[in-house]
């Protein structure tokens, strides 16, 4: 869980907290495939296509998320939002 949120700008880390379930109700990805769809200056986002197994019970499985990246000022790129679009 803690290396999970190390990835995720401090604002956007109640994505991965017990209020969203926790660590334990994620589910399993397989045969991921990611690539850059946009960027602009400290921005970017990219595309990521995955076999999604297990989770919670009757949420509906994913194939795909675009995922937001806003670069820091030390140069890492932390993650700022997820979902279908």
């Avoid at 401090?10 to 334990?24: I, K, N």
């Avoid at 400290?42 to 675009?66: K, M, R």
């Amino acid at each position: 869980m803690a290396a999970a949120v190390a990835h995720v700008e401090p604002v956007s880390a109640y994505m991965m907290s017990d209020g969203y379930r926790g660590s334990s109700a994620w589910p399993t990805f397989s045969a991921l495939r990611c690539k850059q769809i946009s960027a602009s200056g400290n921005t970017a986002a990219v595309l990521c296509t995955f076999n999604e197994s297990g989770g919670l019970a009757g949420v509906q499985q994913d194939n795909f998320w675009t995922i937001f990246l806003h670069q820091q000022s030390d140069g890492r790129w932390l993650l700022t939002n997820y979902g279908q679009g």
